[in-house]
């Protein structure tokens, strides 16, 4: 991957969208105000384009799916309701639907993205997700506490 090129298509493709990317320590996307936060060490890498996309995956997946865009994060998930159970569930829904939509806009924007490679990166991102669920051990834990 020529990961200048990619780094260049990216940054136009925000600036033409008119998504602001504004420095932080964490990656996400804020749909009600069209930001990105990244994550910035001064130099694009292989692990910034792949997490470039996936957070551009959200801003596409939010404009044309009927997800109900969650406005919490993961540590705000209660106990092991039906509903916080329902609310997991659709959160990796919506990270997976992000991963898949980056790669595709990869395709469109002629960055050749090797894809085992990406989606091996992006399993690892899920998986590291799926482990900051509440499970339902959690949760019954916190009860007897």
Same mark, same amino acid.
Not at 49 to 77: D, N
């Given at each position: 991957?020529?990961?200048?090129?990619?780094?260049?298509?990216?940054?136009?493709?925000?600036?033409?969208?008119?998504?602001?990317?504004?420095?932080?320590?964490?990656?996400?996307?804020?749909?009600?105000?069209?930001?990105?936060?990244?994550?910035?060490?001064? =130099?694009?890498?292989? &692990?910034? /384009?792949?997490? !470039?996309?996936? #957070?551009?995956?959200?801003?596409? *997946?939010?404009?044309?799916?009927?997800?109900?865009?969650?406005?919490?994060?993961?540590?705000?998930?209660?106990?092991?309701?039906? =509903?916080?159970?329902? &609310?997991? /569930?659709?959160? !990796?829904?919506? #990270?997976?639907?992000?991963?898949? *939509?980056?790669?595709?806009?990869?395709?469109?924007?002629?960055?050749?993205?090797?894809?085992?490679?990406?989606?091996?990166?992006?399993?690892?991102?899920?998986?590291?997700?799926?482990?900051?669920?509440?499970?339902?051990?959690?949760?019954?834990?916190?009860?007897?506490?």
């Amino acid at each position: 991957m020529d990961i200048d090129y990619a780094h260049k298509a990216l940054r136009y493709y925000c600036f033409n969208k008119g998504i602001e990317v504004i420095p932080s320590n964490v990656w996400s996307y804020d749909h009600s105000e069209k930001v990105i936060t990244e994550v910035w060490r001064g =130099k694009a890498s292989k &692990s910034w /384009v792949y997490t !470039m996309l996936h #957070e551009l995956g959200h801003a596409l *997946t939010h404009k044309t799916k009927s997800f109900s865009y969650r406005t919490w994060r993961i540590s705000e998930l209660g106990e092991n309701s039906a =509903k916080d159970k329902v &609310s997991a /569930v659709q959160i !990796m829904r919506e #990270e997976i639907e992000a991963w898949e *939509t980056g790669f595709k806009l990869a395709k469109r924007l002629n960055i050749v993205v090797d894809k085992k490679d990406y989606d091996k990166y992006a399993s690892n991102c899920l998986y590291r997700y799926m482990k900051a669920l509440p499970t339902e051990c959690e949760a019954w834990s916190r009860k007897r506490k």
